[in-house]
């Protein structure tokens, strides 16, 4: 079983940074990738980012590219991801999961506000 904690989420203003961080514990010698995820109220989930934990091969959707930065500490068993530029349309629940997802994994996400 693996177990993932986000944090790093807060309010801040348009154009502002952020940098979020999921640290994983348990099984996570099966995980060949990871992604953070977000949910804006009534939303689908989607994803924003994602790594391979060898190589670091990263993904971005469209929304993000130029302004977000996925990355891993696999010394520390966590990823991050540096909000750059930030706009009100980022206001949403982050989550981190594996890449497939799996259902087991998803915590309590960690809320992002952006708004003047």
């Known amino acids: 079983q693996v177990q993932l904690v986000e944090s790093g989420g807060g309010l801040v203003q348009p154009g502002g940074s952020l940098r979020l961080s999921c640290a994983a514990s348990g099984s996570i010698f099966s995980i060949n990738a990871m992604g953070w995820y977000r949910q804006a109220p009534g939303k689908q989930r989607e994803l924003v980012a994602a790594?391979?934990?060898?190589?670091?091969?990263?993904t971005y959707a469209d929304s993000v590219k130029g302004r977000f930065t996925i990355s891993r500490d696999n010394a520390k068993n966590t990823v991050y991801l540096q909000m750059n530029s930030l706009k009100p349309e980022d206001t949403a629940v982050y989550y981190c999961?594996?890449?497939?997802?799996?259902?087991?994994?998803w915590g309590q996400g960690t809320q992002v506000t952006v708004s003047s």
């Open positions: 790594t391979t934990i060898s190589g670091g091969a990263t």
């Open positions: 999961n594996t890449l497939p997802w799996s259902y087991d994994y």
